[in-house]
């Protein structure tokens, strides 16, 4: 139990182009999921916390304009990467949070290159 | 300041052999400590998840050992094969707000 997907696993787009990542919670309902991003050999950073039918919560410094989050259902969020630039390749990593909060189940991931 | 600091940065070790990580954290108020696997181009895999009153939990031949009132964790890996080799993260979630705060990351590199 508790699989996370994301779709698309990578993607390749142009510059200003926009790009849109799933996030789905499989066999649970998730009223809280996290987005995160990786690059090469660094931790996981946050960027934004939404939550089910409500707007999302971004961490300092991540752009919300930028990055629009949508959770609308209890299995789906997706983040969108507006007018991207090579500067935001990266992976993205999103989560989804458990029956208790404290627990996160993460997905496999999305590599994002921007060219 | 990283409040979870992991070491080794990375290591090398042949086929068959053990290894132990270690992780510190000054994150508070504290509410679980987690280590994971990663794989290269793959999220997170969790190992095992340790409370405030856990000192030991197992996974196949991952032991992870928490120390709460130093702040400090172990991860062993016993008798090492090549699909060990990934990234292995420390992870602490903190109790009044659900964050978690990530480490570095130590990179582990199994050789036949």
């Known amino acids: 139990g508790a699989v996370v997907s994301q779709h698309p696993s990578w993607v390749i787009c142009k510059s200003g182009t926009s790009v849109k990542i799933e996030c789905r919670s499989l066999?649970?309902?998730?009223?809280?999921m996290f987005w995160y991003r990786q690059f090469p050999k660094q931790s996981l950073m946050l960027m934004a916390t939404?939550?089910?039918?409500?707007?999302?919560?971004?961490e300092q410094g991540v752009e919300k304009d930028k990055f629009l989050i949508n959770h609308a259902s209890l299995t789906l969020s997706t983040l969108t990467v507006t007018s991207a630039h090579p500067e935001d390749s990266s992976f993205y990593i999103c989560?989804?949070?458990?029956?208790?909060?404290?627990?996160?189940?993460f997905g496999p991931g999305t590599r994002l290159t921007v060219t | 300041k990283n409040q979870v600091e992991q070491s080794p940065q990375s290591l090398i070790i042949l086929e068959g052999k053990n290894c132990t990580l270690q992780c510190n954290y000054t994150v508070s108020p504290f509410s679980n400590l987690r280590w994971y696997k990663q794989d290269t181009g793959r999220g997170p895999v969790s190992l095992t998840i340790m409370t405030f009153s856990e000192n030991t939990k197992s996974n196949g031949r991952y032991t992870a050992t928490l120390d709460a009132d130093t702040k400090q964790s172990s991860l062993h890996i016993t008798a090492s094969q090549l699909s060990d080799s990934a990234s292995y993260i420390c992870v602490v979630t903190r109790s009044n707000d659900y964050k978690l705060s990530f480490g570095a990351g130590t990179t582990v590199t199994v050789r036949a």
């Open positions: 939404s939550n089910e039918g409500s707007k999302a919560t971004y």
């Open positions: 989560s989804a949070g458990g029956p208790s909060l404290y627990e996160q189940y």
């Open positions: 066999d649970f309902q998730a009223t809280t």
